[in-house]
């Protein structure tokens, strides 16, 4: 699986977007883009994951560069509660047998 | 509510006491896996399984057990726990299907202090 490369730690107005890149220069084509929020302590969560295309849910966006070798990960609106580690990972999808490799991660930290 | 349970949340046990921490999950997933997270070292996998009777050794296997007869719980067991395991403990459940194996759910959290 390609290495991601995320900031130690970010802040964030609460009510403004939270925009958290991630480095992964050497992800080959097969490989997605997914991404986790461990809030202090807890187990993390599924956020959202993508290959190519640019993507979005209820939680987040996910924008994937066109060469792919880099991702953002947007909250529009960050809340106090998006306060978390968050982990950008790359990974053939259907095929890690369930294992998964968190690096550090990027701290974001949502302040009044 | 589909969730993954660990019991206990919190243990306090002696060097050598052996224990046993449990893992459920209520989504009928196929695999399942442990990870132990320290400050520093971020999150490493301990076993994972595939399936019931299935196993394997993750990134520190080293004075664990487990054991997956049932598809639905997958024990993690420490014969002689020593101060170096102290550490929080997660497990976590995932759908192969549809390519969904990299989707996992994880539990919240047993925090094992080994005196």
Redesign the interface.
């Known amino acids: 699986d390609a290495k991601t490369t995320q900031p130690p730690s970010m802040d964030c107005a609460e009510g403004r977007a939270a925009n958290l890149p991630c480095n992964h220069s050497t992800i080959s084509g097969n490989e ?1 883009v ?1 991404w ?1 929020r461990q809030i202090h ?6 956020i959202i ?1 993508g290959l190519k295309n640019n993507e979005t849910n209820e939680m987040a966006s996910l924008i994937i560069t066109e060469d792919r070798k880099s991702s953002t990960l947007i909250l529009p609106h960050a809340t106090l509660r998006d306060t978390a580690v968050y982990y950008c ?1 790359a ?1 053939r ?13 990027t701290q974001l930290t949502v302040w009044p | 509510e589909a969730q993954v349970t660990q019991n206990p949340r919190y243990l306090i046990t002696v060097t050598g006491k052996k224990l046993t921490v449990t893992c459920s999950q209520n989504m009928n997933h196929e695999y399942m896996s442990w990870y132990r997270q320290d400050p520093g070292l971020g999150l490493r996998q301990i076993y994972y399984s595939m399936n019931v009777e299935v196993t394997d050794k993750g990134d520190v296997p080293e004075g664990y057990k487990v054991s997956r007869k049932e598809k639905r719980n997958f024990p993690l067991i420490l014969e002689s726990p020593s101060p170096n395991q102290t550490s929080l403990y997660f497990c976590a459940s995932s759908d192969p299907g549809q390519g969904k194996g990299e989707t996992q759910y994880f539990g919240p959290g047993t925090r094992l202090l080994v005196l």
Do not use: D, K, N, V
Request: hydrophobic share 20%.
């Open positions: 997605y997914y986790y302590s807890q187990g993390p969560q599924y994951h990972i990974a999808r259907g095929s890690t047998l369930g294992r998964l490799y968190f690096g550090r991660g």
